[in-house]
């Protein structure tokens, strides 16, 4: 099937853009890093219908508006404002995706999800804390942007209770890492430097991706 070789294509291309990083050729990844996405925006185009398509398609459609937008964060701080804004509408549209998400399961358990609760919330205080004081005149976006992608892990991590193994744990762990990868890049550009950064951010940001369409690509297997 056309979307399965697509996802090994985002894998294999993924894998050569990151060497590329880790050897230095930041002219080379520069010019690849439009490419990547598109992989996994055609692996969804070209899998069957299935009732969240749609906005499955949107959420990457603004993370790749977001990747090139960013791809200018050092001509001008409006650059790297505007591409938070498309991934704010990306997160936004996962939230809205994981809530339509039909559930397939039900392994609810008010433990579990208030231990989760409580660890997203705990993370989002750590965050702020930690950010707050030297955020200046971006401190509202950034403000704005950790809720959302708190929010978003949230919806992840409630739904993910209610759908079928193991898709739940690929869209979790995906959830997860893409949250990951945006602190990573906050600390490193808002606290201190962090030793291969850009490496460290395209690295789970790919991971994260990649493992949330194919969770959300599994869940629909069935009802195709």
Known sequence: MKDALLLKSFIGFSAFYLLIILFGQDNISWFLKPLLLPFLLLAVYYSEPFPTKKLLLLALTFSWIGDVILMFADKGELYFIFGLVAFLLSHLVYIVLFSKQLPTENHSNKSILWIGIVAILAYLALMLATLLPSLGDLKIPVVV?????STMLFFAFKRSL????????????GAIIFVSSDSILAFDKFYIPIPM???????????AQYLIVAGILKLNEEKT
Do not use: D, G, Q, R
């Not at 942007?145 to 992608?149: D, G, H, N, P, T």
């Not at 209610?162 to 762990?173: C, F, H, M, R, T």
């Open 162 to 173: 209610s759908w079928e193994k193991p898709a739940n744990n690929y869209i979790l762990l």
């Open 197 to 207: 950064s850009n490496f460290l951010i395209m690295a789970t940001y790919l991971v």
């Open 145 to 149: 942007y950790a809720l959302v992608i």
